[in-house]
């Protein structure tokens, strides 16, 4: 049986885990959403060739 601060702790690092995800999904939709897209491009297709996945 858990008691009430193992509860809450429990909960506190559920709420730091989602706060953590949004932060990085958030700064990676503002940095993807500045970048050019030439250099999307260039990274996506290093990033294949990197996992060994043919692209041409």
Known sequence: MMT???TL???RTGLGAAV???TLGVALLAVS???QATVLH???H???HAMAF???
């Open 9 to 11: 702790a429990s909960a």
């Open 33 to 35: 959403g500045m970048a």
């Open 42 to 44: 260039d990274a996506a």
């Open 20 to 22: 953590l995800a949004l």
């Open 46 to 48: 290093d990033q294949r």
């Open 4 to 6: 009430n601060t193992q």
């Open 54 to 56: 043919p692209c041409h």
